[in-house]
């Protein structure tokens, strides 16, 4: 759609109701594909990058309250047994942790499925023993995993009965669709049922809700870790002072922080010590522990709010009556869009903008889409209306609504074509008024055709006279030899006219042409009810006056001196002098074709 244009903003057809069922539809269709997977992953991607975005601007203060005691590279270093033969190594850690006397302990390894006393004596008491001093200081979980097939992994059973009967939970996570985790849920069993989960169970055990939500991803900072073989070394000492002022009064997660081992992709980085893509286990459960136990996780905002959004954007539609004001609107939606739901998910509820986002492109394409067909149908019917009426190229300055600006009006160089029939009021007198109006619409078929073909304007028919002009609206190159091929073919079709009255036994005619070239103002002149588009200016008056000239010089095609010297390339002209023009001064004119030896056959070969 132009703007500017006469068709802009105008909706015939497109009534008030069309335009609301419209809305609703696209409403409908939107609420829809928030469903659909390419608009939640879409979703998906936003959120990350909100995260990331928040995460960028100053992660949200949190209390630190939060203890990493990682397993390490350094860490299968210092403990060169098998895992599975770590009894020993993992009790030497427990009891650091019992020293330091945290609030609450979470265990992210999985332990041994069964005894390995056949190994080495006394393994599992050793662990057990270590086991059950912890867990009389803090709060102790234990996490279970789950095999490829979902089935929970044994544990052996003495360590999960001193861990008590809420003291193990899965460490599992929902996974969205692009298997990244970003959110807490205990409904992963078997029909949506509530499983305990590592994170889960240790906010119960320290009295904070557990309601499903999205883990807070711009909360605190990334974290560090303690490693592990560190706290045994120092239990091993005695370091009481060392352990309480690292690990005391703090959840202490123990696990897993080698680069290759229990990795699951977030959306942003959570550790200090590398810039991944993923973190390990453990640090998700840590954040999602900074949720549960700080602010809490992120809701979703009200399906109310969700489907006013989408509401707002299927109302782009009607602001795409005009593409600048939709342009402007869409770009405000979007931004406020993108603004608000980045501050509302800081403050702890998400809203999904993504399908609302789609909604907005969906309704501005398709109301364009809708205007361009409609401009276009309306065009059509404007030009098949007014195809007789005006020139096509005024017509197309008409539909792009610049007829009336500096593209098509104003002054112009412009070279103006007066004819008429000789001896037409004896015609008219001997053949009948409906055979005199089939014989003008035959010759002016000819004449307009081979105007148009030379980029020339129709200005008006004058009984059986007809005024054209070269050089406008649009300016030409050189309207004068415009003018004059344009001359040339006439004449050459009005032979091939002739030649069809004489086989139908009617009057053959004869023409007189006039070419003048000048300045001359081009607009439209009128009444706002009734107008035309013509040129104002002497050179329309010199090509009138010399046009009545032909039949007195014996000439078909009498012209004015500046015409003469545009064309001298194309033909040759006999000078016929000043002559004096009604109401004008004299004027030098030229007639055509030329009666000088071997003029005419230059002229007819030109």
């Known amino acids: 759609m132009r703007e500017g244009s006469p068709l802009s903003g105008i909706e015939p057809g497109l009534t008030r109701r069309r335009s609301a069922a419209a809305v609703l539809a696209i409403a409908a269709v939107g609420f829809a594909l928030q469903f659909a997977p390419p608009v939640r992953q879409l979703e998906l991607a936003l959120l990350d990058a909100q995260f990331a975005l928040l995460r960028e601007l100053g992660p949200k203060p949190v209390a630190d309250n939060i203890a990493i005691v990682g397993i390490d590279e350094a860490t299968l270093a210092a403990f060169p047994e098998p895992i599975a033969l770590w009894h020993h190594r993992l009790a030497g850690i427990l009891d650091g942790l019992a020293i330091a006397r945290p609030r609450a302990v979470g265990v992210d390894i999985e332990l041994p499925e069964r005894s390995y006393d056949f190994v080495q004596p006394g393994l599992d ?7 059950h ?3 009389s200081v803090a709060p102790l979980v234990l996490a279970r995993g789950v095999d490829q097939g979902g089935r929970v992994k044994p544990v052996f059973l003495p360590f999960l009965a001193v861990a008590g009967a809420d003291g193990a939970g899965l460490a599992t996570w929902p996974i969205d669709q692009d298997v990244t985790v970003r959110r807490f849920d205990e409904r992963q069993g078997e029909g949506g049922a509530a499983v305990p989960t590592l994170s889960g169970v240790l906010a119960r055990r320290l009295k904070a809700a557990t309601d499903p939500g999205l883990i807070d991803f711009a909360l605190g900072p990334r974290f560090g870790y303690t490693p592990a073989h560190d706290v045994a070394a120092w239990a091993a000492a005695g370091d009481e002072a060392k352990l309480r002022a690292t690990l005391g009064n703090r959840v202490v997660l123990v696990g897993s922080v080698l680069p290759f081992k229990d990795r699951h992709s977030i959306p942003v980085g959570l550790a200090a010590w ?7 286990g453990v640090l998700i459960h840590a954040q999602a522990l900074r949720s549960l136990l700080g602010p809490g996780l992120i809701g979703p905002a009200p399906a109310a709010a969700v489907l006013a959004i989408v509401a707002a954007a299927a109302c782009l539609w009607f ?11 869409l770009t405000l939606f979007a ?5 608000g739901s980045t501050w509302l998910l800081a403050r702890g509820v998400q809203v999904p903008i993504a399908g609302a986002l789609v909604v907005a492109a969906l309704a501005s394409g398709s109301r364009v889409g ?3 067909w409609f401009n276009r149908r309306s065009r059509l019917k404007l030009r098949r209306a007014f195809a007789g009426a005006v020139s096509p190229n005024v017509l197309d300055l008409i539909l792009r609504g610049e007829l009336d600006s500096e593209v098509g009006s104003g002054r112009r160089q412009v070279c103006v074509m007066f004819g008429d029939i000789r001896g037409f009021t004896p015609l008219s007198e001997r053949t009948s008024a ?5 014989l003008l619409n035959r010759y002016f078929t000819h004449i307009v055709a081979v105007v148009h073909r030379h980029r020339g304007t129709v200005d008006n028919f004058r009984g059986d006279g007809i005024m054209c002009i070269f050089g406008a609206p649009q300016s030409t190159p050189d309207p004068c030899r415009d003018g004059f091929l344009a001359a040339q073919e006439v004449f050459q079709e009005l032979e091939v006219l002739n030649r ?8 053959q005619i004869s023409i007189g042409l006039s070419l003048a070239y000048g300045e001359a103002v081009v607009g439209r002149i009128g009444s706002p009810e009734r107008n035309e588009y013509t040129a104002i200016g002497d050179v329309a008056n010199v090509s009138a006056r010399i046009e009545a000239l032909s039949a007195e010089v014996g000439y078909p095609l009498v012209v004015a001196e500046d015409v003469a010297a545009a064309v001298r390339d194309l033909a040759a002209f006999d000078a016929l002098g000043e002559r004096t023009l009604k109401g004008h001064s004299p004027v030098r004119v030229f007639g055509w074709p030329s009666r000088a030896k071997g003029a005419r056959a230059a002229g007819r070969a030109a």
């Open 125 to 131: 008491a050793a662990l057990l023993q270590s086991l």
């Open 133 to 135: 001093g912890l867990r």
């Open 274 to 280: 590398e810039d991944a893509s993923t973190a390990p």
């Open 319 to 329: 602001a795409f009556a005009r593409l600048s004001v939709g342009a402007a609107a």
């Open 335 to 339: 931004a406020v869009a993108l603004a």
């Open 370 to 372: 809708y205007e361009a």
């Open 434 to 438: 409906e055979q005199m109006v089939t």
């Open 500 to 507: 069809e009255l004489a086989s139908e036994w009617l009057p």
